[in-house]
């Protein structure tokens, strides 16, 4: 019996764990769309892609895919234990749910963003990003080549650098890139950068630590 009991305890677990991935990582493509509709600016690494699809004429989530792979050589190389089932959905899936319900929102229902729904979209998008990967770091089935890099600095400095602050620098360095490759585009800056990603930048690290620790307390994983 208590053998049965272990074996049932541990396939709860894994469909918890399974479910906080899948969650993590919808809320995250959620997060994308939410920043492109408020035009505040998206993300920092979406900022990037954004930049970088729009300099060469791909789709968002053609690009994405592309850099996400790009990336996983790297993790492969460094911090491997943290490629996953989670890897793989988030590179597939971030960027075409993202493009899909920006298509639903503003071509299928037409909404017009106004202003009060911009400034709503953005601290959705703020709040959606960080208990996004919060749910899919403590889900551990594998973490997003992106959101692998401050794991990857922080191993590389042992500790030095910690998470948080790792992870400010490398938001910041993308967006530096992404806007490099806009302005070279000639496309609209402001659409990619804005008051959304410097906030983003700045408070994703420290809010994802703070998700995480509060769930981390009520569900034992």
Avoid at 46 to 65: A, D, E, T
Avoid at 95 to 115: H, N, P, Q, R
Avoid at 149 to 167: D, N, S
Wanted: net charge positive; proline share 3%.
């Amino acid at each position: 019996m208590k053998k049965e009991e272990k074996k049932e305890k541990a396939k709860g677990v894994t469909g918890m764990r399974a479910a906080f991935m899948l969650l993590g990582i919808l809320l995250i493509g959620i997060c994308v769309t939410c920043y492109r509709l408020s035009e505040f600016g998206v993300d920092p690494f979406s900022g990037m892609n954004l930049g970088i699809s729009g300099f060469i004429g791909w789709s968002f989530g053609n690009w994405q895919l592309v850099a996400n792979i790009l990336i996983l050589v790297v993790v492969f190389f460094t911090v491997r234990h943290l490629i996953g089932p989670g890897t793989v959905i988030n590179m597939v899936g971030v960027g075409y749910t993202a493009d899909f319900l920006c298509w639903v929102v503003l071509d299928v229902l037409k909404v017009e963003m106004t202003l009060p729904l911009r400034i709503l979209a953005l601290c959705l998008g703020t709040l959606f990003v960080s208990l996004g990967v919060a749910l899919y770091m403590i889900a551990d089935m594998g973490l997003s080549p992106y959101d692998s890099v401050a794991l990857i600095i922080e191993k590389l400095t042992k500790g030095k650098v910690p998470f948080q602050f790792a992870r400010v620098a490398s938001d910041i360095t993308v967006i530096v890139i992404g806007v490099a490759f806009c302005l070279a585009a000639g496309n609209n800056v402001w659409l990619i950068v804005g008051i959304g990603t410097i906030a983003n930048a700045l408070l994703n690290g420290p809010l994802i630590q703070f998700f995480r620790k509060r769930i981390e307390k009520v569900v034992d994983l």
